[in-house]
């Protein structure tokens, strides 16, 4: 996993603090997921599986412009 993963995660959904490898790691197979299944674009299945999977989502805004959700899976990918 890329070192900026974690920083680049809480910027894009406001998260009080980085999250854990875990928390990424479960974010990034349910957004993979419901890309998968059809059922969402990639910016609304990043979104949807990162309500579920950090604690605190959208509870602070950074003024910084957040990545692709294609760009954070592959940085989610780089183990």
């Known amino acids: 996993m890329d ?3 974690p920083r680049l995660l809480r910027i894009k959904y406001g ?7 875990g928390d990424i790691d479960a974010w990034a ?11 969402q674009n990639a910016e609304d299945a990043g979104d949807a599986a990162a309500r579920a999977a950090f604690k605190g989502f959208g509870t602070r805004f ?18």
Request: glycine share 6%; net charge negative.
């Open 3 to 5: 070192a900026d993963l």
């Open 29 to 39: 197979r349910r957004t993979r997921y419901l890309i998968l299944s059809g059922g």
């Open 62 to 79: 950074y003024r910084s412009e957040a990545d692709t959700i294609q760009a954070l899976l592959a940085l989610a990918q780089t183990k």
């Open 15 to 21: 998260l009080p603090d980085d999250p854990t490898e």
